[in-house]
């Protein structure tokens, strides 16, 4: 992996507040990078089927399955997840 000076932007922000979001263009590398920044994360790709439809049907069992600190790829997927009430 090439070593990317957002990581220690992307860290920092992450150690002030409990959610962050990374956007940028299509396959600039952002999973990778969040991925390798944060390797103790549970990681959900929204773009899988059968995950989505359980994130976008029933975010409470959805977040009550995926635990702890949490990477939600593709969110745009189910932005409705972002408004969700805490659990």
């Not at 990317?4 to 920092?12: C, H, K, V």
């Not at 922000?13 to 991925?35: D, F, H, S």
């Not at 929204?46 to 977040?63: G, I, M, T, W």
């Amino acid at each position: 992996m090439i070593k990317r000076e957002m990581e220690a932007t992307l860290l920092a922000a992450a150690g002030e507040y409990p959610v962050v979001t990374l956007t940028g263009p299509r396959q600039a590398g952002k999973t990778t990078l969040v991925r390798a920044a944060f390797p103790g994360h549970h990681y959900c790709n929204l773009e899988n089927p059968e995950v989505r439809r359980l994130a976008s049907e029933d975010p409470k069992q959805f977040f009550a399955l995926h635990e702890g600190p949490l990477i939600l790829d593709e969110i745009q997927r189910v932005p409705e997840l972002l408004s969700c009430p805490s659990r």
